[in-house]
């Protein structure tokens, strides 16, 4: 089978691997739609210290069911299902907690497990023990279904910050995660939503796509400013930033309404990590500063279910859908920004 494989730092391949057979506990799956992300990328380029290479990438994942293994009851060949990237272990202190994202003993598809830029794919006995595996609704096509790995992690970012019923919302970052946060909002009933980011021409594309109240460019206006002025000074219930940068996370204090909710949703880069928090914003107008990392089996369930209630559409914010061979060529488009969602159809 064909398969998209990661080498070492800049080294990937497109390359012919056998195809897997199906243990006992495991399912195998034909691919049929994995979805790209800036997580990506960023492998493509850096590697990942949890990635022992040759490594088969790809963790946004849907397909259809074509052997069980031995012990394994609930599924049957022809069953169309999405498949959770971070697996916890169920069985920690904090998994028995209910906190499954923060798992110390964490694995992911794509990372520990053979990805799904596949033909392929097994999906590990460990997937199953914490009901990873989810039923496609039958109106979903599985491009959609794919997309519901990062909605997952999009409700886990909502439901930290407690996004809730008449809020003013702003999303800090116009890519398909930005997208899928604005889309979130308004489903949770947000009053209003804002989407700001330095890249016009992105901030432009998204725009079109999931109508913001206002999009506001850090290219072209003093972000906090405007933020202020479309709030009537107040600034705004919740800001949640959805990009890789220091700068927008302490704009994100200083736009923050009182007793607003700041979402440091995307992590920043290792080697500068550090940014200037006003201390006495926080302080002052009760501030509430949370993280988010990832989604639990739980959260990938709710995601399935909202985008089958067309609660959260994600069909048109696939810009772009191509074949197994022409990966390589989805990793540079989202490196550029020029799509919102690139879709690998193997």
């Given at each position: 089978m064909k398969v998209v494989r990661f080498h070492a730092?800049?080294?990937?391949?497109?390359?012919?691997?056998?195809?897997?057979?199906?243990?006992?506990?495991?399912v195998k799956l034909r691919v049929r739609a994995c979805s790209t992300c800036g997580t990506d990328v960023k492998i493509f380029k850096f590697g990942h210290h949890h990635i022992v290479p040759p490594r088969i990438m790809g963790h946004e994942i849907a397909g259809e069911v074509v052997e069980i293994g031995d012990g394994v009851a609930g599924f049957a060949p022809g069953d169309r299902v999405q498949v959770i990237a971070a697996i916890p272990c169920g069985r920690c202190p904090d998994c028995r907690r209910g906190r499954m994202t923060v798992c110390p003993n964490q694995e992911s598809m794509g990372y520990h497990y053979e990805g799904g830029f596949a033909e392929y794919l097994v999906v590990p006995a460990k997937v199953?023990?914490?009901?990873?595996?989810?039923?496609?609704?039958?109106?979903?096509?599985?491009?959609?279904?794919?997309?519901?790995?990062?909605?997952?992690?999009?409700l886990n970012g909502q439901m930290l910050a407690r996004v809730s019923k008449g809020d003013d919302v702003v999303v800090m970052g116009s890519g398909p995660i930005g997208c899928l946060h604005v889309r979130l909002?308004?489903?949770?009933?947000?009053?209003?939503?804002f989407l700001v980011d330095v890249n016009t021409p992105r901030l432009r594309m998204a725009a079109d796509l999931v109508?913001?109240?206002?999009?506001?460019?850090?290219?072209?206006?003093?972000?906090?400013?405007?933020?202020?002025?479309?709030?009537?000074?107040?600034?705004?219930?919740?800001?949640i930033t959805a990009a890789a940068s220091g700068a927008a996370q302490e704009q994100a204090i200083?736009?923050?309404?009182?007793?607003?909710?700041?979402?440091?949703?995307?992590?920043?880069?290792?080697?500068?990590?550090?940014?200037?928090?006003?201390?006495?914003?926080?302080?002052?107008?009760?501030?509430?500063?949370?993280?988010a990392n990832g989604s639990s089996p739980t959260h990938n369930a709710?995601?399935?279910?909202?985008?089958?209630a067309g609660a959260v559409p994600v069909a048109?914010?696939?810009?772009?859908?191509?074949?197994?061979?022409?990966?390589?060529?989805?990793?540079?488009?989202?490196?550029?920004g020029a799509a919102i969602k690139v879709t690998i159809e193997p």
């Open positions: 730092p800049g080294d990937v391949r497109i390359e012919e691997a056998a195809e897997p057979s199906t243990g006992a506990g495991e199953l023990a914490v009901e990873g595996l989810n039923r496609i609704p039958e109106a979903l096509s599985y491009a959609e279904a794919s997309v519901a790995e990062p909605l997952a992690c999009v909002a308004r489903a949770r009933g947000a009053a209003r939503v109508a913001p109240d206002a999009a506001v460019s850090g290219a072209e206006v003093d972000v906090v400013d405007e933020i202020r002025k479309l709030t009537d000074g107040r600034g705004a219930d919740v800001v200083a736009m923050a309404a009182r007793q607003g909710r700041i979402s440091f949703f995307g992590g920043l880069p290792k080697d500068n990590p550090v940014i200037a928090c006003d201390s006495n914003l926080v302080h002052y107008r009760e501030l509430t500063i949370v993280g709710k995601a399935l279910e909202l985008i089958a048109d914010l696939i810009t772009h859908r191509l074949p197994l061979d022409e990966a390589l060529s989805a990793f540079d488009i989202v490196a550029r």
